[in-house]
């Protein structure tokens, strides 16, 4: 027998760890540097670890006391309900549960193009169809309730990147709030905001809640991880939070205990340690912008943990940057197959990586024949007034 058909399936692509490219090239790990999965340069939040080894005497036992207490925490953060907050095995879980309760098999969702993959590959899973609306290069990746309604067409998810991976923009909540209002009462828009402690706006649980002026809503809900900014992608933990119609749907929808004991322990520690949250955010504003001053090609503007980087030939300059030992995100499995994503590390880190490029876009120019656009006047990333 054969599973059932899968053509529509793609397998995700995930950035390239250190062990692996080192391997690969037959060299020592210690040479390079990986800046291609938005993962925390200062390591996990200290509190968290200490948690997590605390934790492990426990683990013969199913989390339940754990899940409930940080349930409690994210409420408490939010000022919502305890059973507004789904807790997940990562927000990848949370987007796997927001399909379970909204698709009936054949419903559609709506992704953004370029945009993160995981939310077509979860419609999928659940037997529901991907439709797309495109953010244009040209107009900066432009995010706004317009872009979405040129494309719109009464699917029954809307997912909203806010930062959006991987350019960076962001969506103001007006233009959210008017995208719900045009939308129909059946669809949900989800704001994924998974790099939301980079970003200087607001969260859309303001929409949820009825807060900053807006009048709460039954239609939005917001995707959250601690991947990011708390350092815990290895521990796989994430949430959404839903409005407070939805709460019943999490208990018939969730996979019992996908958030383990060592993720809602890790989860618990870190939600309170402010200092390393801080220290990361500092680190990646300071990186953002030595790299749009310093790189020598156009860096977009980005809110997230990451800017992209236009650099013609996306697959030739990763790889020779590769070879060189620093690892970027090659983003034509996005779309964009002119542009390289690259994470905000330790100084040290962002340092080489714009050094290493610069000299990658300078050699690879010259070895070609051609001149780089960029003339090196320094104007290849002018000021944009802050909106
Ligand atoms: C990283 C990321 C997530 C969630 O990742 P998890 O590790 O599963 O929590 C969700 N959306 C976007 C856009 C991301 O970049």
Not at 29 to 41: G, T
Not at 83 to 91: K, P
């Amino acid at each position: 027998m054969q599973p059932r058909d899968l053509s529509d399936h793609v397998a995700y692509e995930a950035g390239r760890g250190i062990e692996e490219v080192a391997r690969e090239l037959d060299r020592d790990p210690s040479e390079f540097v990986k800046l291609a999965s938005n993962e925390n340069p200062h390591g996990p939040s200290p509190a968290a670890a200490v948690a997590i080894s605390d934790a492990a005497g426990t683990v013969n036992s199913y989390p339940k006391a754990a899940h409930a207490d940080l349930t409690a925490a994210v409420a408490d953060r939010w000022g919502v309900a305890d059973a507004q907050v789904w807790l997940a095995n990562g927000g990848d879980g949370a987007i796997d549960y927001l399909h379970r309760a909204t698709l009936d098999p054949g419903d559609d969702v709506l992704v953004p193009e370029p945009g993160f993959a995981y939310y077509g590959m979860s419609a999928r899973f659940h037997h529901g169809g991907v439709r797309e609306y495109s953010l244009s290069k040209n107009d900066e990746f432009t995010q706004d309730a317009g872009t979405v309604l040129e494309s719109y067409d009464g699917e029954r998810v809307v997912w909203l990147t806010s930062p959006h991976n991987p350019t960076g923009s962001t969506i103001d909540l007006e233009e959210i709030d008017r995208l719900a209002d045009e939308t129909a009462d059946e669809t949900l828009i989800v704001v994924d905001e998974a790099y939301g402690e980079f970003a200087d706006v607001d969260s859309a649980v303001s929409l949820i809640e009825g807060r900053n002026g807006f009048a709460a809503r039954d239609d939005v809900a917001v995707l959250r991880t601690f991947s990011k900014a708390y350092g815990l992608a290895g521990v796989r933990l994430g949430y959404a939070i839903v409005p407070d119609a939805w709460s019943d749907a999490y208990a018939r929808v969730n996979t019992p205990f996908a958030a383990s004991e060592l993720a809602c322990r890790a989860g618990l520690a870190a939600i309170d340690d402010d200092e390393h949250v801080d220290r990361t955010v500092e680190t990646t504003l300071a990186a953002r912008e030595y790299m749009r001053d310093h790189v020598e090609a156009h860096v977009w503007e980005s809110e997230g943990n990451f800017v992209l980087v236009d650099v013609g030939d996306a697959s030739a300059v990763a790889e020779e940057m590769q070879a060189r030992g620093v690892i970027v995100r090659d983003c034509t499995s996005f779309g964009l197959p002119g542009c390289i994503r690259i994470t905000c590390g330790t100084d040290e880190e962002t340092d080489r990586a714009v050094e290493t490029l610069n000299a990658t876009l300078a050699d690879l120019a010259a070895d070609s024949g051609t001149t780089v656009e960029y003339d090196g006047t320094g104007d290849a990333n002018p000021e944009v007034p802050d909106t």
